[in-house]
């Protein structure tokens, strides 16, 4: 029996069943390196202790193995934020089902933001508290943390609607706290695209 042809289509097989299997995107780390003792270090979110819509001390031991989105927010902001939640809503939806994923949204506001009324927020726009947080913290560390650990501005300004000027961007965290991508939270589009870049990640960390 001559095999050669049987050779090629296997080998025809495997090429095709090759080229339809998905390639996993390999993503960036963001931020600035830094030396630690004559070695590259690479950027990290700084840990943290905040305290949670429920009342709950929360801090990065609670993040520590998921992948997390992260973005800042007020519950008065009148400009950007009901766009960038209506996104967040999105990617909730998506991963819902995604037991290692989480959200969190970074008050700037912890004066007025309480706890109380940070949960009522949230129930009103329809999060998932089982995997979305809404944390404050002292306003100067969050602050700091918005702009030096996750490269987002955030500062008071009584000019800006609501009295703060922020980023609306989506921010992504792997499970050992460097960021690995970003969207705008105000573009529909954007944060579409966006997804590609958590299944990515996603798909790495299994």
Known sequence: MNVKPILFLLFSIITLLSSCKPTVQHLPYLGSNKIVDGEEVRHQIRSFNYIDQDSLAFNADVLNGNIYLADFFFTSCPSICPRVMKNMLRVQEKYKDILNFKLVSFSLDPKRDTPARMKKYAENIGADLSMWHFVHGPKDSIMAIANEDYYVPAFEDPDAPGGFDHSG??????????????????EDEDVTEFFNTIDALLAQSK
């Open 169 to 186: 961007k989506l921010l992504l965290i792997d499970g050992n706290g460097h960021l690995r991508g970003f969207a705008e939270g105000t």
